[in-house]
């Protein structure tokens, strides 16, 4: 039987990417589902044999998961902004005013989904996508050079020195704390108006707060342009370079990911100092993340192709068509099924039950994808962001 699939699809679709989008906002609705979109509660009454069971379903999926799954999101939406632009450049058309006005669409669309589930990243994405445009100026070293700077969290570097020099005994709690505090006031509620006002007026500033203390502003920027760059090199077009390219990438960023995790679980052996502390396990935090991520990305890669493995990663690819329409749907799912407005099952489901959920919403997702892309070029909010994208042209 013969284990490849040697022969690349010959349509311009790259299949691989849809699969890879879909499978990492898979991963990204099991960690919202356990997470119980973004409101951290822990049932009381569980029967004692599931609070175990619970903290291995969390550690093994935030292990497997968190930080990647976004990171892949962000890789990829770097590569959609070359695809689309080195389309209208074949047409003689200049894609960055408009790629500017489609980001603010967006942005609104972000709005839109942060009324439900205040965690939301298209808002995160509008804005910091913009770096993209004078990213697209550059030539692919000078690129590569920014990315990587991005990547090197050169925010967080900097707080390690100015704490090197002013070292402190106590620092102050994230300022992001505070408002994660009050969420309890607005999602056991069972209003729904009062948990949308809560999600714009206290939700939107604790995640902007949040993104900036956990470093992902930078890194987020570092992927978009690199995501980028991997369209500009065909990396993601299935042929023997791209392969030999990922098989490198999957070595490499296997052997750097142990010594870069064991490193990030022990950062204080750097230092003692809290202000030299937070930021140093931030740093390798991102670094251990993105290792493990390209681990993720390469190893998906190279799998799509093996006819063992293909059937099942493509099973994702409807998912990850109409991706932002999903990202959309499991806010309003998920803050119904979890908040107090609706079934209130933050109280009831522990990470165990609360993962079954996630499946089973992921499942129904992909099966109404599919139905939806049998029927249709794109998904409902894609197809409303396409035309007003190009409104006017």
Same mark, same amino acid.
């Given at each position: 039987m013969e284990s490849k699939i040697l022969t690349p699809d010959q349509s311009n679709r790259l299949h691989v990417v849809d699969a890879l989008r879909g499978f990492a906002l898979a991963a990204i609705a099991l =960690?919202?589902?356990?997470? /119980?979109?973004?409101?951290?509660?822990?049932?009381?009454?569980?029967?004692?044999?599931?609070?175990?069971?619970?903290?291995v379903v969390w550690d093994s999926l935030f292990f497997l998961f968190a930080g990647k799954s976004y990171s892949i999101f962000a890789l990829l939406f770097g590569l959609t902004f070359f695809i689309q632009s080195d389309n209208q450049a074949r047409k003689g058309k200049d894609f960055k005013g408009r790629f500017a006005w489609r980001l603010l669409l967006l942005f609104g669309f972000g709005l839109l989904n942060s009324m439900f589930y205040q965690g939301d990243i298209l808002e995160t994405?509008?804005?910091?996508? &913009?770096?993209?445009?004078?990213?697209?100026?550059?030539?692919?070293?000078?690129?590569?050079?920014?990315a990587l700077f991005f990547l090197l969290q050169p925010i967080e570097w900097y707080q390690v020195f100015q704490a090197w020099q002013h070292p402190v005994e106590k620092l102050e709690d994230p300022a992001s704390w505070a408002y994660f505090g009050k969420m309890t006031s607005y999602i056991t509620g069972d209003s729904f108006v009062e948990t949308?006002?809560?999600?714009?007026?206290?939700?939107?500033?604790?995640?902007?707060?949040?993104?900036?203390?956990?470093?992902?502003?930078? +890194?987020?920027?570092? &992927?978009?342009?690199?995501?980028?760059?991997?369209?500009?090199?065909?990396?993601?077009?299935?042929?023997?370079?791209?392969? +030999?390219?990922?098989?490198?990438?999957?070595?490499?960023?296997?052997?750097?990911? =142990?010594?870069?995790?064991?490193?990030?679980?022990?950062?204080?052996?750097?230092?003692? +100092?809290?202000?030299?502390?937070?930021?140093?396990?931030?740093?390798?935090?991102?670094?251990?993340?993105?290792?493990?991520?390209?681990? &993720?990305?390469?190893?998906?890669?190279?799998?799509?192709?093996?006819?063992?493995? /293909?059937?099942? &990663?493509?099973?994702?690819?409807?998912?990850?068509?109409?991706?932002?329409?999903?990202?959309?749907?499991?806010?309003?799912?998920?803050?119904?099924i979890y908040y107090g407005y609706g079934l209130g099952m933050y109280a009831k489901a522990g990470s165990t039950y609360a993962l079954l959920i996630g499946i089973t919403l992921i499942s129904f997702q992909i099966l109404f994808s599919r139905w939806w892309m049998q029927r249709h070029k794109q998904g409902p909010l894609e197809t409303l962001w396409h035309r007003a994208t190009w409104i006017g042209a």
């Open positions: =960690l919202h589902n356990i997470e /119980h979109f973004d409101f951290y509660y822990l049932p009381e009454n569980l029967p004692a044999w599931m609070p175990p069971v619970d903290k994405y509008a804005v910091i996508g &913009l770096v993209l445009i004078p990213a697209s100026l550059l030539n692919n070293r000078a690129a590569f050079w920014l949308v006002k809560g999600n714009i007026t206290n939700g939107r500033p604790a995640v902007a707060l949040w993104t900036w203390e956990s470093g992902r502003i930078t +890194q987020t920027a570092g &992927l978009f342009i690199l995501g980028m760059l991997a369209g500009r090199k065909s990396l993601f077009r299935i042929s023997p370079q791209s392969n +030999q390219f990922w098989k490198k990438v999957l070595a490499i960023s296997a052997i750097a990911f =142990l010594p870069l995790f064991y490193i990030s679980q022990h950062a204080q052996w750097f230092s003692s +100092q809290p202000g030299v502390l937070r930021p140093l396990q931030t740093i390798l935090s991102v670094w251990s993340n993105m290792a493990f991520t390209l681990v &993720l990305v390469s190893g998906f890669f190279l799998l799509f192709q093996n006819a063992v493995f /293909h059937k099942a &990663l493509n099973t994702f690819s409807p998912l990850g068509r109409m991706s932002m329409s999903n990202y959309v749907i499991q806010s309003v799912l998920g803050s119904f």
